[in-house]
Nanobody, 125 residues
């Protein structure tokens, strides 16, 4: 299983970036795949996941309304369109297969595999 993230960079607050995740080594349409991030000195956070089987999408409250996840089963690729970026979005972003737990008041997104190479997103104020 390999998932590699691309597309990070430096952007000003309020700007946009689009991340891509190229997946291989598993049957893409059978899994949920998504994005996680790790900021310096902070715990990792599940950002967003998409079910490649059913097309359902899930978002952390911190990015809801600003980020959009999508997937292309033909290309085995997941995208994360990030708009209205904030300095607190600064982190290394990783993609991984997702475990999605829907709770009464929120959702929990967890990676099911160790993630591979991430991509750094830096948002300047």
């Amino acid at each position: 299983v390999q998932l590699q993230a691309f597309g990070g960079g430096l952007v000003q607050a309020g700007g946009s970036l689009r991340l891509s995740c190229a997946a291989s080594g598993f049957t893409f349409e059978d899994y949920a795949v998504g994005w996680f991030r790790q900021a310096p000195g902070r715990d990792s956070e599940g950002v967003s996941c998409v079910s490649n089987t059913f097309g359902e999408t899930y978002y952390a409250d911190s990015v809801k309304g600003r980020f959009t996840i999508s997937s292309d089963n033909a290309k085995n690729t997941v995208y994360l369109q990030m708009n209205s970026l904030k300095p607190e979005d600064t982190a290394v972003y990783y993609c991984a297969r997702c475990q999605i737990i829907v709770l009464v008041s929120n959702i929990r997104l967890s990676p099911t595999d160790a993630w591979g190479q991430g991509t750094l997103v830096t948002v300047s104020s």
